[in-house]
C-alpha cells in the first residue's frame, strides 16, 4: 500500500496517494487499478510512493565516488532514471555556504519518490547534457538519465588526491514512463523541506513546486532575521 499523502495539486485525483475509492474515467498514468481484498471493490492507487516534501534521499559521496541512501545502503557508482522534477539554483544549505547545485527527484525501482544533489563539476557536466537535450527539443525529464562517477586527481602542496564528480549520458526513455512521472509530478508539489531555504537563486526549474505557504514562512523568517 502505498503512503498517504496531501491532497493532490489539480483536482482530477481529489484523494491522497493511499488509496482512491473508485475508478477515476480517465486516470493518471501514475495510477493502477487493484482489487480491494475486503470489499472486492476495483479501486486506483498510484505506482509512487511519497510524502510531500520527504523524499528519500540519496547522496553523492564525492571521496569515495559512491552513491548511498541516507548516507547509509550503498547504491554503487553509477545511478540510472527517468528524472520527473529538478533545478539547478545557488543557494546555502545544508550549512554548505552559497555553491551552485542540481537537484534532481526521480521514482527507485520500488517506486519511492528520490532526491539527489550534485554541486561544483557535476553541476558544469549537467549543463553539457541538459543543452543539446534543449536543441533536440527533449528534457531530462523524456530521457532515462544515467549517473557515473568520475575518478580526478589533483595535487595540492605537492602532494597527490583523489575525488570523484558525476558524468552525466542519457538514452530514450519509455513514452508511458515519461508520461507517469509527467502527471505525477503536475499533480503532487515535489520538493525537499531540508534544501528549500525560499532565497535560491533559480537558473532552471522543472516539475518542481514547494507548496506557496513554505515559501512564504522561509521569506518571513528571512525578513524578521534582516530587521
Known amino acids: ?28 498514468a501514475y495510477l493502477l487499478e487493484k482489487v480491494d481484498e475486503a470489499t472486492g471493490e476495483v479501486v486506483q492507487v ?17 571521496k569515495a565516488g559512491q552513491f548511498n541512501r541516507g548516507g547509509t545502503t550503498p547504491l554503487g557508482s553509477s545511478l540510472s532514471f527517468i528524472p520527473l522534477a529538478w533545478r539547478i539554483f545557488q543557494d546555502d544549505i545544508l550549512n554548505m555556504g552559497r555553491k551552485l547545485w542540481a537537484e534532481l527527484f526521480y521514482a527507485d525501482d520500488k517506486g ?40 580526478k586527481e ?17 538514452e530514450p526513455a519509455p513514452a508511458h514512463e515519461v508520461a507517469a512521472r509527467q502527471e505525477f509530478a503536475r499533480d503532487f508539489p515535489i520538493w525537499r523541506q531540508e534544501t528549500h531555504t525560499g532565497a535560491a537563486e533559480v537558473r532552471i526549474q522543472h516539475g518542481y513546486a514547494a507548496p506557496a505557504s513554505e515559501a512564504t514562512d522561509s521569506e518571513e523568517t528571512e525578513t524578521s532575521q534582516a530587521a
Open 46 to 62: 498510484p505506482r509512487f510512493r511519497y510524502l510531500p516534501g520527504h523524499p528519500r534521499q540519496i547522496r553523492f559521496d564525492t
Open 1 to 28: 500500500m502505498a503512503t498517504a499523502t496531501k491532497t493532490p495539486k489539480t483536482t482530477a485525483p481529489a484523494t491522497t496517494t493511499a488509496e482512491l475509492p473508485a475508478t477515476l474515467p480517465n486516470p493518471p
Open 154 to 170: 589533483t595535487t595540492k602542496d605537492g602532494k597527490k588526491a583523489t575525488y570523484y564528480i558525476a558524468e552525466f549520458s542519457y
Open 112 to 151: 519511492a519518490i528520490c532526491a539527489v544533489l550534485f554541486h561544483g563539476y557535476s553541476v558544469e557536466n549537467l549543463y553539457r547534457l541538459i543543452e543539446p537535450l534543449f536543441y533536440d527539443d527533449l528534457t531530462l525529464a523524456d530521457v532515462v538519465v544515467k549517473v557515473q562517477a568520475s575518478k
